[in-house]
Structures are given as C-alpha cells and as structure tokens.
C-alpha cells in the first residue's frame, strides 16, 4: 500500500468516527423540522426526513416509489422495509456528510430496531435521540396557529389533533424508552424562542463532536 493509500485509509476511518447519528425527536408541533434544518446547516450535517424521502421518491415514480404507492393505492400503510430501503438510498447518496439528522424517524419500535440494523450495515450506531419536550396544550395551541397558513386539515382541528397526540403517546412514545434504555436519550425543554431551544440542543451535539 503507498504513503497516499494509506492517507486516504486513515482519514476514512477518522471520518467514520467523527460521522454522528441524531435523531430529533417529538410530538407533532414540536419543532423538530425547524430546528433540524438550523441544526443542519450549522453543524454540516443533513436533515432525513421520511416526508421528503416520500415526496422524492413518489415525485419522481422511482420503483421504490411505485412500491410504495402501491401499497397506498390499496389503502395500506407502506411496510417499514421500504421506508428503510429509501433511507439506505438516502445515506448511500451522502457517504462524506459530518453527520445525519433524522426527523420524524422512528416512530414505532419496529423502526427503531430497523434503523439501528441499518446503521449497523455501515458500522455505525445512534449517538443520541434528543427529544423535544412540550406540553399537549403548547401542541394544540401552535398546531392551530400553523393550519392558519399550512392549508392541512390535521393542524385546523382539535379533535384530529388530539388524536394525533394520542397516537404519539401510544405509538411513538415508546421509542424514547427504547433508546433511553441503550443511556442515548434524554430531553430538552421545547418552550422559548427558535433560537433558545437551538442553543439547547446546539450543547448537546457540541459535546457529541
């Protein structure tokens, strides 16, 4: 092997151990799609959100999106297997990023076991689950204040939203156990203003890096 092989070994290896996992974590309202892109941009990281990884893959009728809508044209929820194939396409797409964000992924214990499978794949692991704390009352109140310009249905009703935070608590919820069990989840206070809950999170992945 030559001096610049050997270069190029050792700085793949320090950057496969600087790489970082995060995954934002919360009810819906919380801010996590917000303060993931702050987060993104100022720690050269890259936001994954399942949306996004949705929108792209149906928008461009890629086969696993044909896979997907397939299924959703028969009224059936999209199998986690092929969520997890469009994260991998995901990641194998950005191999040299400092790190990922991953919003709004897991939201079930399956798909926790399933993310830690595929990181495993790649010798990697979740550094931290940080999850946003806020109170249900805080969640109706901005979900509302949001479907005054989101044209969504699901953040103008206080029904459909107190269902949503009921499937949180039942579904999504557990997860935080899942990886607080592994000593890589704690909270962070989701109340102030976008720059004071940056900060708080902003701490906790310096002190990762």
Same mark, same amino acid.
């Given at each position: 092997?030559?001096?610049?092989?050997?270069?190029?070994?050792?700085?793949?290896?320090?950057?496969?151990?600087?790489?970082? %996992? $995060?995954? $934002?974590?919360?009810?819906?309202?919380?801010?996590?799609?917000?303060?993931?892109?702050?987060?993104?941009?100022?720690?050269?990281?890259?936001?994954?959100?399942?949306?996004?990884?949705?929108?792209?893959?149906?928008? %461009?009728?890629?086969?696993?999106?044909?896979? *997907?809508?397939?299924?959703?044209?028969?009224?059936?929820?999209?199998?986690?297997?092929?969520?997890?194939?469009?994260? /991998?396409?995901?990641?194998?797409?950005?191999?040299?990023?400092?790190?990922?964000?991953?919003? @709004?992924?897991?939201?079930?214990?399956?798909?926790?076991?399933? $993310?830690? @499978?595929?990181?495993?794949?790649?010798?990697?692991?979740? %550094?931290?689950?940080?999850?946003?704390?806020?109170?249900?009352?805080?969640?109706?109140?901005?979900?509302?204040? /949001?479907?005054?310009?989101?044209?969504?249905?699901?953040?103008?009703?206080?029904?459909?939203?107190?269902?949503?935070?009921?499937?949180?608590?039942?579904?999504?919820?557990?997860?935080?156990?899942?990886?607080?069990?592994?000593?890589? *989840?704690?909270?962070?206070?989701?109340?102030?203003?976008?720059?004071?809950?940056? %900060?708080?999170?902003?701490?906790?992945?310096?002190?990762? $890096?």
């Amino acid at each position: 092997m030559s001096w610049y092989q050997e270069v190029l070994k050792w700085l793949s290896i320090f950057r496969m151990k600087k790489r970082i %996992n $995060l995954i $934002l974590f919360g009810p819906p309202g919380s801010g996590k799609g917000t303060q993931a892109k702050i987060l993104e941009e100022k720690f050269s990281l890259l936001q994954i959100s399942t949306g996004d990884l949705f929108r792209y893959e149906l928008g %461009n009728n890629t086969p696993l999106g044909q896979k *997907a809508r397939a299924y959703m044209d028969q009224g059936q929820l999209v199998p986690d297997e092929v969520t997890v194939d469009m994260l /991998r396409n995901k990641l194998e797409k950005h191999p040299d990023v400092r790190g990922y964000i991953f919003d @709004g992924f897991p939201r079930t214990i399956a798909q926790a076991e399933a $993310l830690d @499978g595929l990181l495993h794949e790649r010798n990697e692991s979740v %550094n931290q689950l940080i999850a946003l704390k806020v109170e249900d009352e805080e969640i109706i109140k901005r979900l509302l204040e /949001r479907g005054k310009s989101s044209g969504r249905a699901d953040d103008a009703n206080v029904e459909v939203i107190q269902e949503r935070i009921k499937v949180y608590n039942a579904e999504t919820s557990p997860v935080f156990e899942f990886y607080r069990q592994k000593d890589l *989840a704690l909270e962070v206070e989701g109340i102030g203003s976008i720059e004071e809950i940056n %900060n708080r999170l902003s701490e906790i992945i310096q002190a990762i $890096l």
